[in-house]
């Protein structure tokens, strides 16, 4: 896979989350066994999803930049957000927060952030 296509696919799992967070957190977190009762808690889910749209933007903006300083600092702050992400949402999952659906998110954070993006920062940097 090339850095290209990575962002692509980056973008579009983004898009898909993080619209469903904006527009219907509710039935989005209930896909989760998540139940948001509090107001509170949809306006958080919904700048989660906010956060996952900019996340999703800059990856499809970023899929035809040529190497530079810039696009490796986008791809070492997804890796380090990837990383994060797999460490909060494996916690989840071992605590029991969500259902079994939510090991597809640590998957998502482990292989496609981590492992992927970790995979351009470290072993072939120079790879579009």
């Known amino acids: 896979m090339k850095l290209k296509q990575l962002f692509v696919v980056h973008s579009f799992v983004a898009l898909f989350h993080g619209g469903g967070f904006v527009l ?3 039935l989005f977190m209930s896909l989760y066994g998540i139940s948001l009762a509090d107001p509170a808690a949809v306006f958080v889910a919904r700048l989660f999803g906010a956060a996952l749209l900019i ?3 800059v990856a499809w903006f970023a899929r035809d930049a040529e190497d530079s ?5 986008i791809v070492l702050g997804f890796f380090l957000s990837g990383i994060i992400g797999f460490i909060v949402a494996l916690q989840g999952q071992l605590t029991g927060v969500t259902n079994s659906l939510g090991w597809l998110v640590v998957g998502l954070y482990l292989v496609l952030i981590g492992v992927g ?5 470290f072993v072939k ?3 579009t």
């Open 24 to 26: 219907a957190p509710e």
């Open 55 to 57: 996340y999703c933007f």
């Open 69 to 73: 300083a810039a696009r490796r600092a």
């Open 117 to 121: 993006y970790g995979y351009f920062h």
């Open 125 to 127: 940097p120079d790879t």
